[in-house]
């Protein structure tokens, strides 16, 4: 059994808990003075970040002291940066709850290969980690490389949060990335049991009872990844909300800071770096989005399954297992919320880019005027009065 939930862990989240151990977001051991080291260069880092950027000792892109509205997106974009880089490790940190989720998920795996028959086959797990993974790395490196050819203090200073951010969100994704592979499983070993009561319909009884006992075992391991998911929930209960807060906020400010640099013609490297960031927070957003959606069409695929069969509906007993498996995957649906608040689908991401995009049109729609009642105010004033 051990070895078997070693390689659902190994082909998933060993190496994310590895990186975030040298990245400083976990303990390298599960103790106080670990906790409290970790945490320790956790307020160094945002307090240091946090001075140097409110004593704005440094260059801007745009008029710091008389655009305003300019001015209240950068700080808000940072004062939204530090507090989830906080909020995320002080989570993770304290609330970390992951060693619950890696042990249901596991005991899920063990329970499909057991009494279900499914081979045991983590190829699946392996190429989906490993595309996250390697979309992960290229986001990185993409980002740090901008970030050293850009050459600003700005960036420097915002590249440690923003990486982190970038980590736990992909540590998010590779959850759902093992909840539909075990979905997958699910459909695989709840298609053999319905093989297998097609074909013992005119067997033995007591060979006939042994495909209906493996009914309550398939609803036991749904409601098992059902309760699995609501402990995925629970430990990312701030950190998720946090996130999708942050990537609405930089999503709809990015743009502005484009279309600000377009008309101010600032440097090409800058409105690279800006265009950059902006799709890699989309890409950020949509992967967890249609991996989740995925996962809500696998259990309506499991649903239909046993809802559509008509073989032998005359016996009682399997009328009555069905009925009980049928009301259970009514109820328990596989949705991923955000804090209870937002469900994490491709329905939620569209509303999402709609709201960047409307926020897009504002931001640049009230620039527009405040430069246009500026220049007429300052027009008004250097014209000299008519004598009387």
């Known amino acids: 059994m051990g070895q078997k939930c070693g390689e659902l862990h190994a082909a998933s989240m060993r190496r994310m808990r590895r990186v975030m151990k040298c990245m400083g977001m976990l303990p390298i051991c599960q103790n106080l003075f670990a906790k409290v080291f970790c945490n320790v260069v956790l307020v160094i880092t945002v307090g240091f970040s946090s001075c140097w950027r409110f004593s704005f000792d440094y260059d801007f892109d745009y008029d710091f002291l008389n655009d305003h509205f300019s001015s209240t997106i950068d700080l808000t974009n940072f004062g939204a940066l530090v507090a989830s880089h906080f909020i995320i490790v002080m989570e993770l ?126 609803q036991r391991i749904h409601c098992s990844l059902w309760q699995s998911i609501r402990c995925l929930e629970r430990y990312f209960q701030l950190s998720l909300i946090t996130l999708l807060m942050k990537f609405f906020i930089d999503i709809s400010a990015l743009p502005y800071w484009l279309y600000l640099s377009k008309i101010q013609h600032t440097e090409v490297s800058i409105q690279h770096y800006v265009a950059l960031d902006e799709v890699i927070k989309i890409l950020e957003i949509v992967v967890p989005c249609y991996i989740c959606t995925q996962c809500e069409a696998m259990q309506r695929k499991l649903r239909s399954m046993f809802y559509t069969i008509t073989t032998d509906r005359r016996n009682g007993q399997l009328n009555a297992a069905l009925r009980r498996l049928n009301l259970q995957l009514s109820q328990e649906k596989c949705q991923f919320s955000a804090g209870g608040l937002v469900d994490i689908n491709t329905e939620m991401l569209g509303k999402f880019i709609f709201g960047t995009i409307s926020y897009i049109v504002v931001c640049i729609q009230f620039s527009i005027n405040l430069r246009a009642s500026n220049s007429s105010k300052l027009a008004s004033s250097s014209t000299p009065s008519a004598h009387i």
Request: with cysteine; glycine share 4%.
């Open 93 to 218: 940190l304290w609330g970390n709850r992951s060693r619950d989720v890696d042990s249901q998920l596991q005991e899920i795996h063990f329970q499909m290969i057991a009494h279900l028959g499914t081979p045991v086959n983590t190829v699946r797990i392996r190429g989906y980690c490993n595309a996250i993974y390697g979309s992960l790395i290229i986001r990185w490196l993409i980002f740090c490389l901008m970030t050293v050819h850009n050459n600003r203090a700005l960036t420097y200073y915002a590249l440690y949060s923003e990486i982190v951010l970038m980590a736990r969100f992909s540590e998010f994704t590779l959850y759902c990335a093992v909840i539909l592979f075990l979905y997958h499983e699910l459909v695989l070993g709840a298609s053999n049991v319905v093989k297998e009561l097609e074909k013992t319909r005119f067997e033995l009884w007591s060979i006939r009872l042994l495909s209906l006992e493996k009914l309550p075992k398939l």
